[in-house]
C-alpha cells in the first residue's frame, strides 16, 4: 500500500529482533500499571505477523474482544463493497435507502461515512437529526448505525450477515462476528469501584442504543485482527499474502483519503479512519474505539508497511482507559522507534480514590438522615415546622434531584450512563432511593405532627 505522501524504503521494516525486545520490556513494565485484565498487541507487515505478545486472560491469539469504534471501518468497507458493485452510489441522499429515517435531502451516504451529516455526539440512531454541524465534521455513531441499516436495505440481509459472509469469511477471520451472540462470547469487563469484573453484559442493538453492530461491536481476535490489517498492507499486490482484496485499490485509498477536517484537532476523518501527520509529514492512519467492556487502537504506518493493534478486554471510564492509551502510544512509540513514555502507576488509581471519595460524600448525605430519624420525630416536636420543611427539601427533594442531574450536566445520558459507569449508576440511583424513601417518611411524620397539633388546638 502506497501514498503520494511517502514511500516506502528497506529501512522502514521493523527492527524485527531489536523491536521484539523493546516491546516486551515495555509491555512487561506497563501492563499492569493499566489495571486491565487482558490485553493482546500485534504487529504485521505485508507478509505476516511480526510480533504478537498476549498478557493477562488473553491467553490464546483466538480470545475474541470487544472493537468498540474500530468497528466503523468493517462498516465502511461494506458499503463501499456496495458501491463498487454499483448497489448504491454515495452522493445519493441517504432518504432514498432508508427513507423511514427523514433524513435531510442534502445528507447523503458519504456524509454518514465522513461524520458530515450533522448527527450529535450523543444522538442514538432515533434521536439524530441534522444540526448545526451539517457539513462539517462531528462524530456521531449515529452516522455508521444508519450506515448499518443501508447495507442492511441494499443488499437484502441483515448487516451482520452481510459483513460475515463478504469481509470476516473472505478473510479468514473465523473467530469474528458482530451478532449478539457473539458479544456474549467475548473476553469483556466492566469496571466497578476500579475493579475489573466479567458481569456478562452484551449490549443489545437497538435504534435507541448508542451505538450498533455497525458502529462499535465488531467482536474478533488477536489472530483475525492481524489478517485484517494485513489486508490493508497487501492492496495493489498482485499475489496478496494477507488474504482476499475484498476492495479494489482504489476504494481503500478512498476510506484513508476522502476525508474532511476535524475542526477540534489537526486530524482528519475518511471512512471509518482518522489520519494526521507526524512533526516529521509521515502519514498515520488511526482510530481508537471503546465500549462498555473493551477498548482498542488501530494505526497503520504506510510509509514505513507497517501496521499495528492494541486491544484490552475492559473499560473503565475513570482513569483505566487512559492509562489504556497512554500504554498504547508508549507501543506506537516503539514502533516507530521513539522513547516510549511509561504509564504513570497513579493515573488511574487517583482517579478512582478521587470517585471513591465522592462515592462516599453521596452516600453519607443520603444515609445520614436515616441514622438520624429518631432525632427528626424529635424535633418534629420541638422546632417550627416551616424551618423543618426547609430542611426536608434540601435532603430530600434537592439533593436526589442534584444527584439525578450529575450526569447531565457532564453531557451524558442516563441510557449511556447505565452501561458505562455500573458503580456510578450504582451508588447515584441508590442515593436518590434512599433520599426519597427518607423523606417520604419524614414528611408523613410531619403530616402526623401537624394533624395532631391542630387536633389539640381545636380541643
Known amino acids: 500500500m502506497t501514498f503520494p505522501e511517502g514511500d516506502t524504503g528497506s529501512d522502514s521494516q521493523p527492527r524485527s529482533m ?37 498478557l493477562g486472560d488473553i491467553t490464546s491469539e483466538h480470545d475474541t474482544m470487544l472493537i468498540g469504534s474500530l468497528t466503523k471501518s468493517f462498516c465502511a468497507i ?26 435531510d435531502w ?20 432515533s434521536e439524530a437529526h441534522s444540526g448545526p454541524m451539517k457539513g462539517r465534521f462531528s462524530y456521531s455513531n449515529a452516522n455508521y448505525d444508519l450506515l448499518g441499516h443501508i447495507v442492511d436495505a441494499v443488499s437484502g440481509e441483515p448487516y451482520t450477515q452481510y459483513v460475515e459472509e463478504h469481509v470476516l469469511i473472505p478473510l479468514g477471520m473465523d473467530d469474528s462476528g458482530a451478532t449478539l451472540e457473539d458479544r456474549e462470547a467475548v473476553h469483556g469487563h466492566r469496571n466497578y469501584f476500579g475493579w475489573s469484573v466479567a458481569d456478562g453484559f452484551a449490549r443489545g442493538d437497538s435504534d435507541d442504543a448508542w451505538g450498533s453492530a455497525s458502529s462499535g461491536y465488531m467482536c474478533t481476535s488477536p489472530a483475525d485482527f492481524a489478517k485484517y490489517l494485513q489486508m490493508y498492507l497487501n492492496q495493489g499486490s498482485a499475489t496478496p499474502t494477507g488474504g482476499a482484496q475484498i476492495l479494489q485499490p482504489a476504494s481503500v485509498r478512498a476510506m484513508f483519503l476522502n476525508r474532511v477536517l476535524d475542526p477540534t484537532s489537526d486530524s482528519f476523518y475518511g471512512m471509518g479512519w482518522s489520519s494526521f501527520y507526524t512533526d516529521s509529514g509521515e502519514l498515520i492512519l488511526s482510530h481508537d474505539g471503546d465500549v462498555e467492556n473493551g477498548v482498542a487502537r488501530m494505526m497503520i504506518l504506510p510509509q514505513r508497511g507497517i501496521a499495528l493493534a492494541v486491544l484490552g478486554d475492559a473499560a473503565d471510564a475513570f482513569g483505566g482507559n487512559d492509562a489504556f492509551y497512554a500504554m498504547a502510544g508508549g507501543v506506537v512509540a516503539c514502533v516507530m522507534g521513539a522513547e516510549p513514555d511509561d504509564v504513570s502507576p497513579m493515573l488511574r488509581i487517583q482517579h478512582h480514590l478521587g470517585m471513591d471519595f465522592f462515592y462516599f460524600i453521596l452516600i453519607a448525605i443520603a444515609v445520614i438522615p436515616i441514622v438520624c430519624f429518631g432525632k427528626w420525630k ?39 450512563t447505565l452501561t458505562f459507569m455500573p458503580d456510578f449508576s450504582i451508588v447515584c440511583i441508590g442515593c436518590i432511593v434512599v433520599s426519597v424513601a427518607c423523606g417520604i417518611a419524614k414528611a408523613v411524620v410531619l403530616v402526623r405532627s401537624s394533624g395532631s397539633s391542630k387536633a389539640v388546638v381545636k380541643r
Open 18 to 54: 531489536s523491536l521484539r525486545c523493546e516491546l516486551d520490556d515495555y509491555l512487561d513494565r506497563n501492563f499492569p500499571r493499566t489495571g486491565l485484565p487482558g490485553v493482546a498487541v500485534i504487529v504485521v507487515n505485508a507478509s505476516g505477523t511480526q510480533y504478537q505478545k498476549l
Open 78 to 103: 461494506s458499503v463501499l463493497q456496495l458501491a463498487q458493485e454499483g448497489a448504491l452510489d454515495l452522493d445519493t441522499p441517504v432518504s432514498q435507502y432508508v427513507p423511514s429515517y427523514g433524513t
Open 106 to 125: 442534502d445528507v447523503t451516504v458519504r456524509s454518514l461515512l465522513n461524520q458530515t451529516s450533522g448527527f450529535g455526539y450523543y444522538e442514538s440512531l
Open 378 to 416: 424529635q424535633d418534629v416536636k420541638t422546632q417550627p415546622h416551616t424551618q423543618l420543611v426547609w430542611r426536608l427539601i434540601t435532603l430530600q427533594v434537592l439533593f436526589p434531584l442534584t444527584v439525578y442531574f450529575l450526569p447531565i450536566w457532564q453531557n451524558y445520558t442516563w441510557r449511556d
